[in-house]
């Protein structure tokens, strides 16, 4: 047997587990991985978004018959319209952009953006254009993540959505995981038909992306809004200071 199956499991469980208790960034461990086991970026970026799928339905599955499922019905459609169109948008510009060029810009961007965790909601939810200024951003995000393959992305997706739209931090997770899982599937499959796809670390990927992403869900479900809270600024930052070493 394969040492690296095995070792793929243990390093998608644990980077699951931080990604499941910050709600983001299981990305950050995996995509140098999957490079350093000697695969190249086309096989990462498949198995990088074959493993989204199982972070995001483990997340998923801990948030069932949980408070934090939101209502908004509405809002979910538009933004899976939105995230279905732009992943589609993104992955068709993929070839023509050089991911490295964004980092200096992402890095700013996230530590600039890490105050509006703070802020205080309901000031901002009197604010006329709020949601039409998120899904603008929400927009412009999800083509940028589709087209750099970069968790930065959604870091400032969570950063946005309990922002503008007046979500508590748990709510939004689960509307960005939803979000992921739809742009997951998309890139999975224009990336795979190219033969990208190494099947066998990318199943041992997803059972550990699947158990972490639960057992990191139900942690920070248990601690509440406020842990998630750091625990994302938490992992924000370190994919800030990431991006700029």
């Given at each position: 047997m394969?040492?690296?199956i095995f070792l793929t499991f243990i390093v998608a469980l644990v980077s699951s587990i931080l990604?499941?208790?910050a709600g983001v960034g299981g990305g950050?461990?995996?995509q140098p991985y999957w490079l350093l086991i000697g695969l190249s970026p086309a096989?990462?970026?498949a198995n990088a978004s074959f493993l989204s799928l199982g972070i995001g339905v483990g997340s998923l599955t801990a948030f069932q018959k949980t408070k934090y499922l939101p209502g908004h019905k509405k809002l979910i459609i538009l933004l899976a319209s939105i995230t279905v169109i732009a992943s589609v948008i993104g992955a068709l510009?993929?070839?023509?952009?050089e991911a490295n060029s964004f980092k200096p810009a992402l890095a700013i961007m996230t530590i600039a953006a890490l105050p509006l965790l703070f802020v205080n909601k309901k000031k901002l939810s009197t604010f006329k254009h709020s949601k039409r200024i998120g899904i603008i951003l929400f927009s412009i995000f999800v083509v940028a993540g589709s087209i750099t393959l970069s968790s930065t992305f959604w870091i400032l997706?969570?950063?946005l959505l309990p922002?503008?739209?007046s979500l508590t931090i748990l709510q939004s997770t689960v509307i960005r995981r939803l979000m992921g899982v739809i742009q997951a599937v998309i890139l999975f499959a224009l990336l795979t038909i190219s033969g990208n796809f190494v099947w066998l670390y990318a199943v041992a990927g997803i059972i550990g992306a699947f158990t972490g992403s639960y057992i990191g869900t139900r942690i920070a479900i248990s601690k509440g809004d406020q842990f998630a809270r750091y625990a994302l600024a938490s992992m924000a930052l370190v994919s800030a200071l990431a991006l700029l070493i």
């Open positions: 394969d040492p690296l990604s499941g208790m950050l461990i995996m096989q990462a970026a510009l993929l070839p023509h952009f997706i969570a950063i922002t503008l739209f």
